[in-house]
């Protein structure tokens, strides 16, 4: 039951990310980490956002795999595939719609920040830049949203050129809220993932 409900929870977080990053492409702003390098990368290639995204995370895993265990890393990878399909089935199914600019900014940062959220708090991750803050998180105890802020920030000063200054400070202000949300409401997904498999190792044990 709580694996059902973990399941549950991680795929609320991703369709409700997937939901904020489609909102700030319809607006042509953009996003920090490996979703703002795919984004970006949208800008210049032919190739969809989700296949984008997908390859750009995967030199992170090694990072992963060897810091946070495999356990983790397969959990972000499944989660990266679940957001990379999403993200492509809301183009198809939501056509391009008009919002205030500002009001999209604020929308995508509390869809994105809770979406992330949820994933995080379940034991997975969204890969990239979350899982490099949280292993700076785990290794130096300095807290993941501030670490995702800085580096999304840097991210966003080279979209800037594409999207121009007033769209590359408000995707700012949507990285902002987004990252304000993840660190307010953080646990260890990493605990989180040893928890599940504590669990289902006790449940094995009961039905023996």
Known sequence: MNLIKTLLLVSIGLVLTSLGIKILSNSLLTFGGTAGIATILTYITNISWGVLFFIVNLPFFFISIQELGKWFTFSSLLSITGISFIREWLDVLIPAFDLNI???????????????????????????????????????????????????????????????????????????????????????????????????????????
């Open 102 to 208: 500002v009001l999209a900014a604020i929308i995508a940062g509390l869809l994105i920040g809770f979406g992330v959220t949820f994933v995080l708090n379940n034991g997975s991750s969204l890969g990239g830049i979350h899982i490099l803050g949280l292993y700076i998180d785990k290794k130096f105890g300095v807290n993941r949203g501030i670490v995702l802020f800085l580096c999304d920030s840097l991210i966003i000063l080279f979209a800037v050129a594409l999207v121009g200054w007033y769209k590359g400070l408000l995707s700012i202000f949507c990285i902002f809220i987004a990252s304000s949300i993840i660190g307010r409401y953080k646990k260890s997904p990493i605990k989180e993932m040893q928890r599940v498999q504590e669990e289902q190792l006790i449940s094995q044990h009961a039905r023996s």
